[in-house]
């Protein structure tokens, strides 16, 4: 009886509000990406030695420009997809459900975030770590009513036998894979998550040390020379792109001593540089002038970061223009080239990462709810995203040439083109071939079951215009006779 009760108050604190049982993860001190080492590339086997730590070198991915190309791109587009679960009948025919728990979950993990918010986490977590992972949050009864994304670098996942701190239980009921997920707070003790209470949406196959490869690893080396030439770039333009110059006294048999020497640059500085750059030079005597360094277009390197733009773009199967590479800019200028480019960035990297996340949020989250049976799916509905729609114009005309050929109805012609069908019977008249006449389905069987009845041809019975044809004729002559008179024409020059 004691417990009957106590159900009941715990379901009246779910009618009430909905209160969590389990809370939101604490992050406390954790706002910065550079608390956490591991947020760098991850020390993995197959890594083989080399002279120069590039992994080291390139340091946090976040703030290298070629991975904020690609992730700014693929976060501000999984937006675009709404969520949605996608209903089959028995029939076959799917009807979309946008207002389902499960639907509204992922549309508003919790009260602080919308998915526009936490697709572009995810997606740096996507391209950075290989994995995203959000934090279940159920209320007093059960039931999921919140996820939070936790990032990468503040959790790990653990299994028993790891030799990791805190221990995790040895128990027979406990998966020997992956039990728990750790939750690292910088000055806060790890807690321990079970595996059940964390949605891990993954880029590959977990390895030995139960994480997915990190999609920028083969391209640690191309990271490397990019960066290495943006600083080359930056300290030239550090110093106004001005080359240093070497001042010698034009005498050669004049010796200068370090006193000399040290008022002579302290003056030239003093008149170059600052406020006071670019005014006239009046020197008291003769000196040499001699520039050490490489001219402006020799220094010139886009052609040398064309190379890491194009391996990242490869790499990651990512169309060049989409990212607004210059390798893919110096390719593909035009309006129809841009648009084929950003329609295959969606088409080729958008909706495989749609895919792959739909599988895992029904294999993770649908038995969370009961309500979903075995044909209800959750889905990216991708109906209203502007670059896979078609062209307006084309649609109309297509589908105008389909309709006159009799291959479409007038309410199949409408709907194709975005408007309100009128429904049976008119609905129901097709245009028919050759004739083009509007016909009913009716009157089609009576026409295909009805001989053709036959018309005698009769000539015509019109009487010609001889007026009008006497004056045809003296056209042809006038045109007869100025063609004879432009063949002996000349151009006088």
Same mark, same amino acid.
């Not at 080239?337 to 295959?344: D, F, I, K, P, Y």
């Not at 502007?386 to 309709?403: N, P, S």
């Not at 479409?408 to 975005?418: L, Y």
């Not at 050759?434 to 018309?455: F, H, N, W, Y």
């Given at each position: 009886?004691?417990?009957?009760?106590? $159900?009941?108050?715990?379901?009246?604190?779910?009618?009430?509000?909905?209160?969590?049982?389990?809370?939101?993860?604490?992050?406390?001190?954790?706002?910065?990406?550079?608390?956490?080492?591991?947020?760098?590339?991850?020390?993995?086997?197959?890594?083989?030695?080399?002279?120069?730590?590039?992994?080291?070198?390139?340091?946090?991915?976040?703030?290298?420009?070629?991975?904020?190309?690609?992730?700014?791109?693929?976060?501000?587009?999984?937006?675009?997809?709404?969520?949605?679960?996608?209903?089959?009948? /028995?029939?076959?025919?799917?009807?979309?459900?946008?207002?389902?728990?499960? %639907?509204?979950?992922?549309?508003?993990?919790?009260?602080?975030?919308?998915?526009?918010?936490?697709?572009?986490?995810?997606?740096?977590?996507?391209?950075?770590?290989?994995?995203? $992972?959000?934090?279940?949050?159920?209320?007093?009864?059960?039931?999921?009513?919140?996820?939070?994304?936790?990032?990468?670098? =503040?959790?790990?996942? $653990?299994?028993?036998?790891?030799?990791?701190?805190?221990?995790?239980?040895?128990?027979?009921?406990?998966?020997?894979?992956?039990?728990?997920? !750790?939750?690292?707070?910088?000055?806060?003790?790890?807690?321990?998550?079970?595996?059940?209470?964390?949605?891990?949406?993954?880029?590959?196959?977990?390895?030995?040390?139960?994480?997915?490869?990190?999609?920028?690893?083969?391209?640690?080396?191309?990271?490397?020379?990019?960066?290495?030439?943006?600083?080359?770039?930056?300290?030239?333009?550090?110093?106004?792109?001005?080359?240093?110059?070497?001042?010698? #006294?034009?005498?050669?048999?004049? $010796?200068?001593?370090?006193?000399? %020497?040290?008022?002579?640059?302290?003056?030239?500085?003093?008149?170059?540089?600052?406020?006071?750059?670019?005014? #006239?030079?009046?020197?008291?005597?003769?000196?040499?002038?001699?520039?050490?360094?490489?001219?402006?277009?020799?220094?010139?390197?886009?052609?040398?970061?064309?190379?890491?733009?194009?391996?990242?773009?490869?790499?990651?199967?990512?169309? %060049?223009?989409?990212?607004?590479?210059?390798?893919?800019?110096?390719?593909?200028?035009?309006?129809?080239?841009?648009? !084929?480019?950003?329609?295959?960035?969606?088409?080729?990297?958008?909706?495989?990462?749609?895919?792959?996340?739909?599988?895992?949020?029904?294999?993770?989250?649908?038995?969370?709810?009961?309500?979903?049976?075995?044909?209800?799916?959750?889905?990216?509905?991708?109906?209203?995203?502007?670059?896979?729609?078609?062209?307006?114009?084309?649609?109309?005309?297509?589908?105008?040439?389909?309709?006159? %050929?009799?291959?479409?109805?007038?309410? !199949?012609?409408?709907?194709?083109?975005?408007?309100?069908?009128?429904?049976? #019977?008119?609905?129901?008249?097709?245009?028919?071939?050759?004739?083009?006449?509007?016909?009913?389905?009716?009157?089609?069987?009576? =026409?295909?079951?009805?001989?053709?009845?036959?018309?005698?041809?009769?000539?015509?019975?019109?009487?010609?215009? !001889?007026?009008?044809?006497?004056?045809?004729?003296?056209?042809?002559?006038?045109? /007869?006779?100025?063609?004879?008179?432009?063949?002996?024409?000349?151009?006088?020059?």
């Amino acid at each position: 009886m004691p417990e009957f009760l106590q $159900r009941i108050q715990n379901a009246m604190q779910v009618l009430r509000g909905a209160k969590a049982a389990s809370p939101p993860p604490d992050f406390a001190q954790a706002n910065s990406y550079d608390n956490f080492a591991d947020y760098r590339f991850r020390w993995s086997h197959w890594n083989p030695p080399a002279t120069v730590d590039y992994k080291r070198e390139v340091g946090n991915l976040d703030g290298h420009s070629l991975v904020a190309a690609v992730f700014n791109y693929t976060g501000t587009r999984l937006p675009e997809a709404k969520p949605v679960i996608r209903r089959t009948n /028995e029939d076959g025919d799917a009807k979309i459900d946008p207002n389902h728990a499960l %639907a509204q979950l992922i549309r508003r993990p919790n009260k602080h975030h919308i998915w526009a918010n936490y697709s572009q986490a995810a997606s740096i977590d996507w391209w950075i770590d290989g994995g995203v $992972r959000f934090k279940k949050v159920r209320d007093v009864g059960g039931q999921l009513i919140e996820l939070w994304h936790i990032p990468h670098y =503040m959790m790990r996942p $653990r299994w028993p036998g790891d030799n990791g701190s805190p221990e995790v239980p040895r128990e027979t009921s406990l998966d020997p894979f992956l039990s728990h997920y !750790q939750f690292d707070v910088p000055g806060k003790a790890p807690v321990l998550w079970p595996a059940s209470d964390v949605l891990h949406l993954k880029r590959g196959p977990l390895g030995e040390d139960r994480r997915t490869r990190q999609p920028f690893a083969p391209l640690v080396k191309e990271l490397y020379g990019d960066d290495k030439m943006a600083q080359f770039t930056a300290a030239i333009m550090k110093n106004m792109g001005i080359q240093v110059p070497v001042i010698s #006294p034009k005498d050669k048999e004049v $010796r200068v001593d370090a006193t000399k %020497a040290a008022a002579m640059k302290e003056g030239w500085m003093r008149k170059t540089t600052g406020d006071r750059a670019g005014e #006239p030079i009046v020197l008291s005597e003769p000196i040499d002038f001699e520039k050490v360094g490489f001219s402006p277009k020799e220094l010139d390197l886009s052609a040398l970061r064309l190379i890491p733009e194009s391996r990242v773009a490869a790499v990651l199967q990512i169309p %060049a223009p989409t990212l607004g590479l210059l390798v893919g800019l110096q390719n593909g200028t035009s309006y129809a080239s841009s648009e !084929q480019a950003r329609q295959q960035g969606y088409e080729e990297v958008i909706i495989p990462i749609q895919s792959v996340w739909e599988e895992e949020i029904n294999w993770q989250l649908k038995p969370e709810f009961k309500d979903l049976g075995e044909d209800d799916q959750f889905w990216f509905d991708t109906s209203n995203v502007r670059v896979l729609e078609e062209d307006k114009d084309a649609l109309v005309k297509r589908e105008a040439e389909v309709f006159r %050929a009799g291959g479409t109805t007038i309410d !199949q012609f409408f709907t194709a083109i975005g408007k309100k069908p009128l429904g049976a #019977p008119l609905g129901d008249i097709r245009m028919v071939p050759g004739i083009a006449s509007p016909m009913s389905p009716e009157r089609l069987i009576d =026409m295909a079951t009805k001989p053709p009845e036959e018309t005698p041809l009769t000539a015509p019975t019109a009487p010609v215009d !001889q007026e009008a044809l006497a004056k045809l004729l003296d056209i042809e002559r006038l045109f /007869e006779g100025l063609e004879r008179q432009m063949k002996d024409f000349q151009v006088q020059k």
